[in-house]
């Protein structure tokens, strides 16, 4: 919708790796992600798949920009260590007491999944950012641009 406000033309077609590519700049491609949920599916249940087409951008050359449509307080990399994760805490009723508690599960926490994406920032020279869901197509049309810090560490 956010292209079509602004008059961008907007062919669709299948990429190699990632969703957006600019053909001002096709090294340069956004990969859109829901939530931090789903990219923890892809780095943690998804890590073989997730990997190649990292590698597969790496070996050609392609900065490859992954877009988390997070929100909720996220607004850099640095803030994933403080993610709850959903899915790390669940309810159980209790065999002997018949009574329901919350009970811990070894799901991903906030600052293993920062030190798994910036391992790969490092490795693969991919990127991690995050908006709201409201401003993605702003954020994409910004970064395509080259409206982002490309070399930051």
């Not at 299948?14 to 969703?19: E, F, I, Q, T």
């Not at 910036?118 to 020279?125: A, H, M, Q």
């Not at 990127?127 to 970064?143: A, N, Q, S, Y």
Request: glycine share 8%; hydrophobic share 30%; with cysteine.
């Amino acid at each position: 919708k956010e292209f079509d406000r602004q008059g961008i033309r907007h062919p669709v077609s299948k990429l190699m790796v990632g969703d957006y590519m600019n053909y001002d700049n096709p090294r340069l491609i956004i990969d859109r992600k829901q939530s931090l949920s789903e990219i923890c599916c892809n780095v943690t249940q998804d890590h073989t798949r997730f990997q190649k087409e990292l590698k597969l951008a790496q070996d050609n050359e392609i900065q490859l920009v992954f877009l988390v449509e997070h929100g909720k307080g996220i607004r850099k990399l640095e803030d994933v260590i403080w993610w709850n994760n959903p899915r790390r805490w669940k309810r159980e009723r209790n065999p002997e007491t018949g009574k329901w508690a919350d009970v811990e599960t070894k799901a991903t926490t906030g600052d293993v999944l920062y030190k798994i994406l910036r391992t790969l920032e490092r490795k693969y020279g991919c990127r991690f950012l995050f908006c709201d869901k409201e401003d993605t197509g702003r954020e994409i049309i910004r970064i395509l641009e080259g409206g982002y810090d490309q070399g930051r560490n």
